[in-house]
């Protein structure tokens, strides 16, 4: 999955990826007087090291290669690529400096932290657009978000984390706190499990980056001597080392966002996963066909298929039990047939 991407790190003495026109100028006008979209890609993170952001990127450049295929060198849009890095400190600093080149149209991200960063902003670049995936956002007449449905991703995993364990005991390793963290995802993932198995508890632990596998490793191994026996890591490159730990002691991982099961064979058991790539490009291509819907949140899941448990890997076949597989697949029917909601906490 990953491809050689440009890597930006900073704005100043950035490197800009153009995908029609080259350099860094501003938005020119055609001869019809309409401007070319300038679209700016801002990862809160490094490709290379996260999927849901190399994703990202292949929706967002997808977009604008199906948009310029059949129009003018002046009118094609032009697309810049910043990576932040994983340091979240340093984001709301990036994104600003971003915004005040005023070069860009639009600005495309994911990320549940980046509405909190992006609203002052607004007020002070009333002209800047932004679009959001894995966000929620509303009443923001420039921001515009769609967010998966995680209240369906956290309970699955947590049901089937639930099912699986024989301690009933299983753990979240967070790499920070945040909104969609706290009230969504560790709520629901052990809300799932004790509905699996009622009594089932939930360890929360957080690593303090997105980056320190060392520190997922040692928050493992705590989590271990404690009894947990299933975990789902959402650390980033942290996740590492929870998969190290898990791996060497024998206990079960659940993983989020991308097809993990040959990270781990035989230690992870399950894979939920939200289509990135093809929500990138649909907003992407919404935009740029002037059909964003500003100042809301569109959340999808299941019944809109953004949101997938893998099923038919080899691997989750040999690793988790058929009874315990069938009970899943009942369950996802369900969801995608609307005939049953994730219960509200």
């Known amino acids: 999955m990953k491809k050689n991407f440009i890597k930006i790190t900073a704005l100043l003495g950035l490197t800009v990826l153009g995908l029609s026109l080259g350099g860094c100028s501003k938005t020119t006008s055609n001869s019809s007087g309409k401007k ?7 990862i809160p ?3 290379a090291d996260s999927p849901i952001y190399a994703n990202l990127a292949k929706g967002v450049q997808e977009a604008v290669e199906i948009w310029n295929k059949d129009k003018s060198d002046s009118e094609k849009a032009d697309l810049y690529i910043m990576e932040a890095g994983t340091n979240q400190a340093e984001w709301a600093t990036k994104l600003t400096s971003l915004t005040a080149a005023m070069k860009y149209d639009v600005i495309i991200s994911s990320n549940p932290s980046l509405p909190e960063y992006a609203e002052p902003l607004t007020a002070q670049f009333p002209e800047q657009k932004y679009i959001f995936l894995d966000a929620a956002c509303e009443g923001n007449n420039n921001i515009s978000a769609t967010s998966y449905n995680q209240k369906e991703q956290s309970y699955l995993s947590g049901y089937i984390a639930g099912l699986m364990s024989k301690s009933h005991k299983v753990g979240l390793v ?5 909104p969609v963290m706290n009230n969504i995802l560790y709520p629901y993932y052990a809300k799932g499990a004790e509905d699996a198995y009622a009594g089932t508890s939930c360890d929360f632990r957080i690593v303090g980056n997105w980056y320190d596998a060392s520190k997922g490793a040692e928050i493992t191994d705590a989590l271990v001597q404690a009894g947990v026996d299933v975990i789902l890591p959402i650390c ?9 730990s ?44 002037g059909h964003t819907p500003w100042g809301n949140t569109k959340v999808v899941g299941f019944m809109e298929g953004y949101v997938e448990f893998i099923e038919n890997d ?28 994730v219960p509200e906490i």
């Open 36 to 42: 070319a979209p300038s679209l700016a890609l801002f």
């Open 45 to 47: 993170g490094i490709m």
């Open 174 to 178: 967070a790499a920070q706190e945040y």
């Open 236 to 244: 980033g490159g942290a996740s590492q080392g929870v998969i190290s």
């Open 246 to 289: 898990a791996v060497e002691n024998k206990i079960y991982i659940n993983w989020f966002d991308e097809n993990g099961f040959s990270k781990a064979p035989g230690t992870i058991i399950s894979s939920c996963m939200a289509k990135q790539q093809d929500a990138a490009r649909e907003v992407t291509l919404e935009y740029l066909n």
């Open 314 to 341: 080899p691997l989750y076949i040999s690793t988790v039990p058929e009874n315990v597989r069938k009970q899943l697949s009942d369950l996802i029917s369900s969801l995608k047939e609307g005939t049953f909601k």
